[in-house]
């Protein structure tokens, strides 16, 4: 039987094309490590979506480049600031403390969204010996709650760090769609801003796996291959996840992926927005849709389909469209809901 998931955009295909450049990575030999062309080709792709001199190095998966990432910004002394719902904190097993040794404090924040308000009284205990020392602020764009950081909000905080030695990090698992949202490129969004180094996602849009972290500040390029090793996150078929950044980042396919994905998450939006006792706890600004419904309803829908909660005790749950959702998914879905009042 075949499964159509509003789940994740984790469940969903990979693209043809990305398909396609597998298959061509597959005709013969190649240098493993990443001494091959298509790995060449990829971070040629990368450093022309970004900046020139990035230093781009692809990884297994998403909680494999936050703790590379991570790792190359901090000493076990140092803390890691970030939003309460933010993924290292929620959703990685303890993967980031245990492989940096630093502590997380997370920040309350009502959308996903760090503020320098909110981040202010935790840049303290500077020099303090008894304290550790805030290392880093880790973001995501998108946030966990489908909201989207501006490029003047990422801009706000590095300037507010950056004084103080800290580095910017940047969740991008979900970065095309809030590119597609804003309309801005990926360079806009990172680099322009001051984000010191990005985990870069294409697996929840359209690629079948692999992560790339891209480090933009010089200061933390020295040791990162190291760390990737260490972290068993260098592939020795390197050319398998890397030709697919460059399918991806080939006719703008990302975009294209992305703006279909949003683009039906608006659609199920207004689908479902009027409906009584339906109600919307985010607003949709990317892929991802966070609403209430009865009880009763949600136990139906769960006999049918596959999501998550995200509040059980409130019930509010989580929907999240793909570059392959189509209109049939939606109307079959909005039709079932109905069908449940």
Known sequence: TTMRSFASDNNSGVHPLVMEALNRANQNHAVGYG??????EAVQKIREAFTPDCEPLFVFNGTGSNVVALQLCTSPYNSILCAETAHIYVDECGAPVRMTGCQIRPILTPDGKLTPELLRPYLCNFGEQHHSQPGVVYIS?????GTVYKPEEIRALA?????YGMFLHMDGARLA?????????????TVDCGVDVLSFGGTKNGLMMGECV??????LKDKARFVRKQ???????LRFLSCQFTAYLTDELWRKNATHANRMAQKLYVALKDLPEVHFTQPVESNQLFLTLPRPV???LLQKYFFYFWNEAANEIRLVTSFDTTDEDIATFVRDVKSCF
């Open 35 to 40: 001494d091959d062309p298509w790995t060449e």
């Open 177 to 189: 769609n809030a590119c597609v949202a804003l309309e801005k490129s990926f360079r806009e969004m």
């Open 231 to 237: 972290s068993a996150q260098l592939a020795s078929k």
């Open 298 to 300: 949600i136990d139906r």
């Open 159 to 163: 300037d507010m760090i950056h004084p």
């Open 214 to 219: 891209v480090i933009f500040n010089p200061a």
């Open 141 to 145: 764009q998108c946030t966990e709650l």
